[in-house]
């Protein structure tokens, strides 16, 4: 079983860029597919992105396509999400986790990111 600790988080204007860090311990994390995901004050947690093992293909939510990244070193066990012209509405507590499979089962605790105008 592996354990997600996010890292990163903060308070940015809008236009700037945070990186947010996934770390891993307990397994190697190239055995699994990662993404991250947000949740916003009163809606509903949403997919962002996500990475496949080997980092050869990634996937985005329309929505940051253009502005953030995801991006992995196994060497480091560790996910980013390299967060560029950020928005007011990026505000949100961001997680990432973890699929061995077609389901994601190892969640983080969450960071918070908040955009102001």
């Known amino acids: 079983q592996v354990q997600l600790v996010e890292s990163g988080g903060g308070l940015v204007q809008a236009g700037g860029s945070l990186r947010l860090s996934c770390a891993a311990s307990g397994r190697t994390i190239n055995t699994y597919v990662v993404g991250w995901f947000r949740q916003a004050p009163g809606k509903e947690r949403e997919f962002v992105a996500e990475?496949?093992?080997?980092?050869?293909?990634?996937n985005y939510v329309d929505s940051v396509k253009g502005r953030f990244t995801i991006s992995r070193d196994n060497a480091k066990n560790t996910v980013y999400l390299q967060m560029n012209s950020l928005k007011p509405e990026d505000t949100a507590v961001y997680y990432c986790?973890?699929?061995?499979?077609?389901?994601?089962?190892?969640w983080g605790r969450g960071t918070q990111v908040t955009v102001s105008s």
């Open positions: 990475i496949n093992r080997s980092a050869s293909f990634a």
């Open positions: 986790a973890a699929r061995p499979d077609s389901d994601y089962r190892y």
